[in-house]
T-cell receptor, first 109, second 114 residues
Framework: LAKTTQPISMDSYEGQEVNITCSHNNIATNDYITWYQQFPSQGPRFIIQGYKTKVTNEVASLFIPADRKSSTLSLPRVSLSDTAVYYCLAFGGYQKVTFGTGTKLQVIP | NAGVTQTPKFQVLKTGQSMTLQCAQD?????MYWYRQDPGMGLRLIYYSASEGTTDKGEVPNGYNVSRLNKREFSLRLESAAPSQTSVYFC?????????????FGPGTRLTVL
């Protein structure tokens, strides 16, 4: 299981693009990189997943360099409703998945 | 399509009491998971089940038992509750190994042990 490191917290103004970087130096060949979002008193919600290069969906983009030792979640034009905790995971298959403490994003009006 | 459902939503127990947390999913997923989340912390895996009839320990299994009743249901039992088990419990499911291990979570059970 690849250990991930991400900033504890970030602040951003509404309408800005937010990039949250996650480090996973010991990522294994079959590990995918997955990001989840969690609002208070709710379970985590899947945002995006990728293996390499760039993945984009309706809510976010995920950039993964060729060495896969890090990844960046990009949230375009954040709004107040994007205030949440964001978790980065790197794993594949049945592993003792640990979410860590995540990055607490605070969007400021 | 309800996704992952959990019951109860809230529970207060006294030390030494027992209870079972119920979880069900309607997505025909193979794998199911139980996590706990303490205040200000990330989620920690308690147990997981790769398929009906199989279970395996996660990071923090002590004090818990699980049962994969069928493909839909995965229950978590506290035999003798302790204050250290006060937490929010989340159940999740994924289609792994049929697909990627993208986990879908229930709304959680907030448990307080006095």
């Amino acid at each position: 299981l690849a250990k991930t490191t991400q900033p504890i917290s970030m602040d951003s103004y509404e309408g800005q693009e937010v990039n949250i970087t996650c480090s996973h130096n010991n990522i294994a060949t079959n590990d995918y990189i997955t990001w989840y979002q969690q609002f208070p008193s709710q379970g985590p919600r899947f945002i995006i997943q990728g293996y390499k290069t760039k993945v984009t969906n309706e809510v976010a983009s995920l950039f993964i360099p060729a060495d896969r030792k890090s990844s960046t979640l990009s949230l375009p034009r954040v709004s107040l409703s994007d205030t949440a905790v964001y978790y980065c995971l790197a794993f594949g298959g049945y592993q003792k998945v640990t979410f860590g403490t995540g990055t607490k994003l605070q969007v400021i009006p | 399509n309800a996704g992952v459902t959990q019951t109860p939503k809230f529970q207060v127990l006294k030390t030494g009491q027992s209870m079972t947390l119920q979880c069900a999913q309607d997505m025909n997923h193979n794998s199911m998971y139980w996590y706990r989340q303490d205040p200000g912390m990330g989620l920690r895996l308690i147990y997981y089940s790769a398929s009906e009839g199989t279970t395996d320990k996660g990071e923090v299994p002590n004090g818990y038992n699980v049962s994969r009743l069928n493909k839909r249901e995965f229950s978590l039992r506290l035999e003798s509750a302790a204050p250290s088990q006060t937490s929010v419990y989340f159940c999740a499911s994924s289609e792994y190994p049929s697909g990627k291990d993208t986990q879908y979570f229930g709304p959680g059970t907030r448990l307080t042990v006095l």
